[in-house]
């Protein structure tokens, strides 16, 4: 069972990326799929989240506006469009998911079961 996160790297202030989240092993059915990130020497956040079935979705304030998560059932792949970028958007970032995880703990990475290895996101001039 894997989670595949990619498409991170290094961009400018303003500049835009794209972020996938893929199985391997499981599916993403009955599932809430989310992103985190975590930045050195700080714990990781809560950034967005999706549930497969039905969309619904939720993005932390600081990116609301910059960010949308969305998914592909076709690919079955959960992204995480990344626009505007900031310095301090500089983060590792990572997926989760699990199987009915109830809507009010989206928030907490605790409640999430299997998790992605990461991607770097560098936002520099």
């Known amino acids: 069972v894997q989670l595949q996160a990619s498409g991170g790297g290094l961009v400018q202030p303003g500049g835009s990326l794209r972020l996938s989240c893929t199985p391997s092993?499981?599916?993403?059915?009955?599932?809430?799929v989310g992103w985190f990130r975590q930045a050195p020497g700080k714990e990781r956040e809560f950034v967005a989240a999706?549930?497969?079935?039905?969309?619904?979705?939720a993005l932390e304030d600081s990116v609301k506006g910059r960010f949308m998560i969305s998914r592909d059932r076709a690919k079955n792949t959960v992204w995480l469009q990344m626009n505007s970028l900031k310095p301090e958007d500089t983060a590792v970032y990572y997926c989760?998911?699990?199987?009915?995880?109830?809507?009010?703990?989206?928030?907490?990475?605790?409640?999430?079961?299997?998790w992605g290895q990461g991607t770097q996101v560098t936002v520099s001039s």
């Open positions: 989760a998911t699990r199987a009915g995880l109830i809507w009010g703990l989206i928030r907490s990475d605790t409640e999430y079961h299997y």
């Open positions: 092993g499981l599916s993403f059915s009955n599932s809430v």
């Open positions: 999706i549930r497969w079935s039905g969309g619904s979705s």
